[in-house]
Every structure is written in structure tokens, then in C-alpha cells.
């Protein structure tokens, strides 16, 4: 009986692989391209390059609960066109942009106060946690904040 059971659940399940597999909007075998339909006009492109830098000059990543959604504000675009235009023309998450900016940020601490923690440059920078800072630095940096922090004393 059991045998009888386990074939039937088994025939079962590769005749719904199958159905899904040839079916075109099944998107259990297939990725589905990513803003596929929604391309950004040129003109749209050229405004959210130039506001972009407003992120830097007024050093909104600073706040560590800074989010897609106040960027979006911030530049007065939709946080969907937002996010389409970073994944898509600086080729990175927004998190990863915001990442950057902050482990810039750190750096320049890092190069300037010596009278610092370096846990305390890292909050300053915008990170929420001392082990979040460390790996994000090391990550993109390669060093820890204390190497990068002894070779720029050299």
C-alpha cells in the first residue's frame, strides 16, 4: 500500500514539474528579467544623476536608519525608479551605495582623529553596530579600520 502511495505522489509531482515547466508565465524554472518593462526615460536619468549628490552633500547617510524610501523623498522620485536607476546604472544595491558612502566617511575619520575610538568613527560614519562597521569596511577595503587606520599614519 505504501509503495502504491509513494509512486502515485511521485508520478504526481514530475506531471506538475512538467505542466510548469512548459507553461510561459511559470517562473518557478525561469528568473524573469529585472525592470524588464519599465525602462527610465533619459530625461529622468539625467535628473536623478545630478540629485544623487545630494545623498553626499548633505551627508543623509549618516543616519543609520536611512532608507530607500527617505532617499526617494529626498530626490522627489518614486522609490521604485530609485532603486531601478541604482541597480541598473551604478550597477549595486542601494544598501551597497549607502555602504560606500559611509566606509568613504570612515576613512576620512580614520586618516583625521586620532582621539577616537574606532568603534565611535564607525557610529559617526552611520553605522548601527560596531560588528556591522567592521565588516563592511573589511569588505570593501580589504583592511580592518585599524590597519587602514596605522597605514595612513605612515
Known amino acids: 500500500m505504501a509503495g502504491a502511495l509513494s509512486f502515485t505522489f511521485i508520478l504526481y ?4 514539474l ?11 524554472f525561469q528568473e524573469k528579467e529585472k525592470y524588464k518593462n519599465k525602462e527610465i526615460d533619459k530625461k529622468t536619468l539625467d535628473i536623478i544623476a ?8 548633505k551627508e543623509l547617510f549618516l543616519n543609520p536608519n536611512f532608507t530607500l524610501e527617505e ?3 529626498e530626490l522627489k522620485v518614486t ?28 576613512k576620512k ?9 574606532i568603534e565611535s568613527l564607525g557610529y559617526d560614519s552611520g553605522f548601527n553596530s560596531k560588528s556591522t562597521f567592521f565588516t563592511a569596511f573589511k569588505e570593501i577595503t580589504g583592511l580592518t579600520p585599524a590597519a587602514y587606520q596605522k597605514s595612513c599614519a605612515k
Open 79 to 106: 522609490k521604485h525608479i530609485l532603486s531601478q536607476y541604482v541597480n541598473e546604472t551604478l550597477g549595486k544595491s542601494f544598501s551597497n551605495l549607502i555602504k560606500e558612502h559611509r566606509i568613504e566617511k570612515a
Open 71 to 73: 532617499a526617494a523623498k
Open 109 to 117: 575619520l580614520l586618516e583625521t582623529e586620532k582621539n577616537y575610538t
Open 50 to 57: 545630478q540629485k544623487l549628490s545630494i545623498i553626499t552633500e
Open 13 to 16: 509531482i514530475i506531471i506538475l
Open 18 to 28: 512538467l505542466i510548469f515547466r512548459n507553461s510561459r508565465e511559470a517562473a518557478f
